[in-house]
């Protein structure tokens, strides 16, 4: 078996498939003494070259990184999801689901089985780690050895077989809200809302209906309203059948904002405004009530995203750089036009906040982003141009700060790790995996969160490569 020579399977972003462990990893620096727990994150990571030689990342199968950080030590253990999908592969010794979310292209042997791949993100939620992708069903993890405990379904309560890979955690009453779409797998334009309750009981399930039927890969919660922005990245059944990319960018629909209060029965109550302009939202940092105001925050471009499905209209599109803007909605005035102010004057991505103040006002944006007054680009993946930098921005004073990360490093999404003991928002640090690039290995670097140009308090190097990963949590010792 080998697999093909495409952007997505070959030099840095090339399948790992090593599962491993490494104990204790050398480290630069020193490692704040009260930093305790666990860093966890998911990746797509190919087990198997696809029966598509044009298949794309957002494919691979669920592979797990955690660094375990403890009194100044730090251990690596990657594992991958054992996802039907993985389990039925490997007995086969090959490729038998074959593209992107399209059940058409399978090998027979597999019709109607578990086609999840688990790839994108992780929650801890109700005392359980849940590896996510959007296209299907929790995946219940253990957060220390990461064996794979099997699907969490919520006690039978999910009837949907999609679950969103960017939940939202209500740090005042801690519940976790979440949606589904495609929740048949075949496309439509349902979304259903899961309300979760503090100890994981799936307590109820709102249902309404988008203006068409697309890619939902996030959405945004405040106090009151869960708020969806609906882009024209849309998914057409027919053209799924036919063997075309799952989705597309089609410019002649307009982006939506569907508001619906969080209390019971409010999908009756939704409420669809035209969005500003046509844009996709990439991820979202927040949003946040004040004064009857709505704010919502978020990375939007202009074009289509992920450079992995085609511009209906305009094939030869380069697609464009998100950038952070605040969309304002007047909660007593729904007519009125959304107003929209960009946040900071720079393009980024993997958008994260202290979360222990998310659904309020907040004062810290940390995000992925390039910056070529401080360093060259790096030569373009399968996901486009990597980060070379990450970002904060401080909405209180305006200031702009980057943490640069070296020749041929790229840093991924940035995870706020509060400093225990301390309430105060932004009072932490940021962790980040940055890949070595020439080094074919990678990094764990610990940041002071407000202090991104001082460097790395830390550098924790590990002796292999782990494969780019998505989205990442911080656990602490104690859960
Ligand atoms: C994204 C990732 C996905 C996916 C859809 O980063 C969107 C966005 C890793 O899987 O299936
Ligand atoms: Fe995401």
Sequence with gaps: MQFPDTLVFQGYAAPVRAEVDVIDLEVEGTLPPELSGYFLRNSADHAYPPRFENDIFLNGDGMMHQVRIAQGRAHLRTRYVQTEKLGLERAAGRALFGAYRNPFTDDPAVAGRDRNTANTSVVWHGGKLLALKEAGRPMEIDPVTLSSVGVHDFGGKLTSQAFTAHPKLDPVTGEMIAFGYFTQIVADNTIEVYFIAADGTLSRTETIAAPYPSMVHDFLVSRHHVVFVICPMICDWDRVRAGHPFFHWDDREDTWIGIMPRTPGGAAQVQWIKAPR????????????????????????????????????NPDTVEKPPFAFRWTVDLADLAAPVAEHMLFPHIGEMPMIDLRFAMGKTRHFWFGT?????????????????????????AETGALDFFYAGPDSSPEEPCFVPRAGSSEEGDGWLVSVVGRRAENRTDLVVLDARRLSDGPVAVIRMPVRIHEGFHGIWVNEAG
């Design 370 to 394: 390039n910056n070529p007054k401080l360093g060259p680009m790096l030569p373009w993946g399968p996901k486009g141009p990597p980060f070379t930098c990450l970002g904060h921005f401080d």
């Design 278 to 313: 046509r844009a996709m939202q990439t991820h979202t940092f927040n949003a946040w009530e004040q004064d009857g105001k709505l704010h919502l925050d978020q990375f939007l471009t202009e074009t289509g995203w992920l450079s992995q499905f085609p511009d209906l209209n």
